[in-house]
């Protein structure tokens, strides 16, 4: 191992890395009404495209995993965060709907490679700290966003349009990854195996644990993208809350779970991913029960906040688990966990919307709550396993 490669430098380019992911996806999202706006777009056509990315993304996890096992993930990330950066340009130059959906598509899959390989290499760096630190890794990302979403406001206020904004946010970002690569922890050799057992040792099967965390991810997924499309609505429809202050409920949901994914290495540390993820559970369940049982403006604020916190480990705890399960097979465990994950983030507001109309919104968001008791009551699986 090289000086650059020490773990601290490991760390710090890592965290770049995480933070390129959130730049990226918060500069698009920023830009999306302008992209809407140029290509006079329906909302149900939007929506094609918004989904291009979503298929885009479940797509590249069927690779992303065994391509992060057979490379190594510091092989992988580089072109993986360069790929990212640039795809992130095309939407902006779209001149139709199917020209946008083809960019989206790209975008999604290019996200898929490098999800997969960074969290497998942030497995890598806690082995070599010997310490908790996926979630705060997790916690760069939520600042990326913040960044990518404040870089997009500002070049729509100097009234620059969305092409110029993806291009300042992901020419940038491509070159620095260049340099941050050098960084990386150097890729192990595999393990010897026999020629016989190299097919089986190569792909992972889908069992019965993996499936389980998968849950516990999509449980936890669901209810992070049920906040982010349905916590200003609560507030302003059934709550009565003025526009203004109900669009501060996501506000304060995303900036308690921010701080809960930097303060859950230490948790993590402390008390173990079971207990954590066990009282993780419970507080994101008490918080959202809380909000939506109390029916008073302040109370439901303090219960979002208790529910973003209570969210904010489980899905690091989850991956890391997933990451040394089966080291040989880090990046294809990460990558079956992160599909099943995905799609709770995907179809939370769907499913909360459709319940919506049948039992009403209150009663559908008792659903996300439900979900986190199912995580707290599953979080005896994350038991390290033991060797004999």
């Not at 090289?2 to 760390?11: G, I, Y």
């Not at 939007?46 to 490379?71: E, I, K, N, P, V």
């Not at 990212?84 to 939407?91: F, G």
């Amino acid at each position: 191992m090289t000086t650059t490669q020490h773990p601290t430098n490991a760390r710090k380019a890592l965290s770049y890395f995480f933070i390129l992911l959130g730049i990226t996806s918060g500069a698009w999202a920023a830009r999306i009404p302008a992209v809407k706006h140029t290509l006079d777009l329906s909302d149900g056509q939007l929506s094609y495209g918004l989904l291009a990315t979503a298929l885009g993304l479940l797509t590249g996890m069927r690779f992303a995993g065994h391509l992060t096992d057979h490379l190594g993930s510091a092989r992988l990330i580089t072109p993986a965060a360069i790929a990212t950066a640039l795809s992130v340009i095309p939407p902006g130059y779209a001149t139709t709907l199917p020209t946008l959906i083809a960019a989206l598509f790209l975008f999604g899959l290019t996200n898929a490679f490098l999800d997969v390989s960074m969290n497998a290499h942030g497995v890598e760096v806690e082995r070599a700290y010997h310490r908790p630190l996926l979630s705060s890794f997790h916690g760069m990302f939520s600042i990326g966003g913040l960044i990518g979403a404040g870089i997009g406001a500002t070049f729509a206020h100097l009234h620059l349009g969305a092409a110029t904004t993806l291009t300042a946010v992901g020419i940038p970002l491509a070159l620095i990854s260049l340099y941050a690569r050098r960084h990386l922890l150097p890729t192990p050799p595999p393990p010897p195996t026999p020629t016989h057992h190299r097919h089986h040792r190569t792909r992972a099967p889908w069992t019965g644990w993996i499936i389980l965390m998968g849950a516990v991810a999509f449980a936890g997924l669901v209810g992070e993208g049920a906040a982010n499309d349905w916590t200003a609505v609560y507030l302003f429809q059934n709550l009565g809350a003025p526009q203004a202050l109900a669009a501060a409920g996501f506000a304060v949901f995303s900036t308690t779970m921010t701080i809960g994914r930097f303060a859950g290495d230490h948790l993590a540390q402390r008390f173990g991913p079971v207990r954590l993820v066990r009282c993780s559970g419970l507080t994101a369940a008490l918080g959202l029960g809380t909000a939506l049982l109390a029916g008073q403006i302040p109370i439901a604020f303090i219960g979002f906040a208790l529910f973003g916190f209570g969210l904010s480990t489980i899905v690091p705890q989850i991956f890391s688990a997933a990451g040394n399960h089966d080291p040989a097979r880090a990046g294809q465990a990460i990558a079956q966990v992160a599909t099943v994950g995905y799609a709770g983030l995907l179809a939370g507001p769907a499913i909360i919307g459709g319940a919506a109309e049948l039992i009403g919104l209150p009663a559908a968001l008792g659903i996300p709550a439900l979900l986190a008791a199912f995580m707290a009551a599953s979080a005896a699986a994350l038991r390290p396993r033991t060797t004999s």
